[in-house]
């Protein structure tokens, strides 16, 4: 079973959960498997003045089997291109039957494939903001994908950590910070187990992590210390190149022990 973590880690402030709508303002990012939009939720009541309007991110997985217009009457811009999915599938707990199918690609087995992959990204987010990693607020599930805080301003995304042109101070500092997010993580039996400078966000002295679909559970699956470690050697070559002192075996080390134990 997976080891159990604090949850009583309170929603944003910011948050507006209750009578309000929700409209589209425009595309954050377009990917392979899914593209983010910027929502904006207004509340519906008069007297919360203060949290008239939230920003946030609406990721949206494409279909894996589109037909003819569909992706373009759904908002997505792009074709369809998903990576091999067995070694995070161990975690998924399938019966024999949504197993074989799955395996064999039939359409049964890619509508669960289609259902899995945003519903674990949302409930990783949890697990993660629960240990007390930086991660986006997972807000809910939607038939599509999940909704989640934005991170940025009214003018302006977060740029990926690749893309914001850190100092050595400020790399040094984004280090610092991933590993406290990874120990937690780990601590929480969670692996991100895609890790790398594009899927993390760099926002007024913040770094926080993103893309949890393919995360897994270190409980329920027997490849997450060599993903952990996967994990590590792409992030910690890209910071040591940028001046970080970075001994990744050690690291490896001292997370693993918080993994497994």
Known sequence: MPRSVSTDRPAPAWLIVESFEERQVGVLKSGKEAEVFLVERRSLDGAAAEHATCLLAHK????????????????????????????????WNLNARDRRAVQGRTSHGQGIRARIWPANELAMLRRAWNAGASVPYPVDRTDDGVLMEYIGSATQAAPRLVDARLDRNAVAGAWSQLLDSLRRMARGGIVHADLSVYNMLWWEGRLV???????????????????????????????GRRGVEVDVEKVFADLVTDLLL
Request: aromatic share 12%; charged share 25%; hydrophobic share 40%.
């Open 209 to 239: 992590l993103i893309d949890f679909p393919q995360a897994v559970d270190a409980a329920e699956n027997a490849e997450a210390a060599d993903l952990l470690h996967r994990d590590l050697v792409n992030v910690g070559t890209w910071f």
């Open 60 to 91: 949206r997985f494409r279909p894996r089997h589109p037909g003819i217009g569909e992706l373009r009457q759904l908002g997505f811009s792009k074709g369809t291109i998903y990576r091999h999915d067995a070694v995070y599938r161990q975690g």
